[in-house]
């Protein structure tokens, strides 16, 4: 059990456009989900994170009109880049956790690439 | 702000090695830790975590880590590494009460057959 998706694996998009990408829990309720952004050989920093039904907590520099983020269910959270920037390229990972339990169950991660 | 140390970025171990990987954190109150693999193109994956109670923690494929509060260290250790054990290793704190998660920048095991 506990098992998180990401969708799509790898997108290409154009400077200027927006896209999005999907983190799901297949088998549990995801009350609380994060979005973690992963630079080449460096650690994962935490973007922002989100309860279901409520706005998305944004870490310390995190523009929150860039990346959007979308809690609406227990199982789906969504992440838009907007206006992305070849400086948005980047691996993008997201965790869920259930309801009153610590750990996070990590996605296999979203290759976005800006050209 | 906290912090989380792993000293070592790189390490390259031949099979039947054994290893300990070095995480120290700067928080001062109440933790949780953890540690976390990625294995060459999947996605992290819990080894252990420590939580309360004893403060050597046997995780899965053969791993433990100690929790040394006086040291504010969370080491993991496995003694005799195998070549599948060849991946990146993520030390991770959470603060009491809160449910947010502080990585290391990662350290990189090669295992050589």
């Known amino acids: 059990g506990a098992v998180v998706s990401q969708h799509p694996s790898r997108v290409i998009c154009k400077s200027g456009t927006s896209v999005k990408i999907e983190c799901r829990s297949l088998?549990?309720?995801?009350?609380?989900m994060f979005w973690y952004r992963q630079f080449p050989k460096k650690s994962l920093m935490l973007m922002a994170t989100?309860?279901?039904?409520?706005?998305?907590?944004?870490e310390q520099g995190v523009e929150k009109d860039k990346f959007l983020i979308n809690h609406a269910s227990l199982t789906l959270s969504t992440l838009t880049v907007t206006s992305a920037h070849p400086e948005d390229s980047s691996f993008y990972i997201c965790s869920a956790s259930r309801l009153r339990e610590a750990e996070q169950y990590f996605g296999p991660g979203t290759r976005l690439t800006v050209t | 702000a906290q912090s989380v140390s792993q000293h070592n970025h790189h390490v390259i171990l031949s099979e039947a090695a054994s290893l300990e990987l070095g995480c120290n954190y700067s928080?001062?109150?109440?933790?949780?830790l953890f540690w976390y693999v990625q294995y060459p193109g999947q996605h992290l994956q819990l080894l252990l975590k420590y939580f309360s109670g004893d403060p050597l923690v046997k995780g899965i494929k053969g791993f433990e880590a100690e929790f040394i509060k006086s040291k504010f260290s969370f080491n993991l250790r496995k003694p005799s590494v195998q070549w599948s054990d060849t991946a990146e290793y993520f030390c991770?704190?959470?603060?009491?009460?809160?449910?947010?998660?502080?990585f290391g920048k990662g350290t990189m095991l090669l295992v050589s057959p």
């Open positions: 928080y001062g109150g109440t933790v949780n």
């Open positions: 989100s309860n279901e039904g409520s706005k998305a907590t944004y």
């Open positions: 088998d549990f309720q995801a009350t609380t």
């Open positions: 991770a704190v959470m603060r009491g009460g809160y449910s947010t998660l502080t």
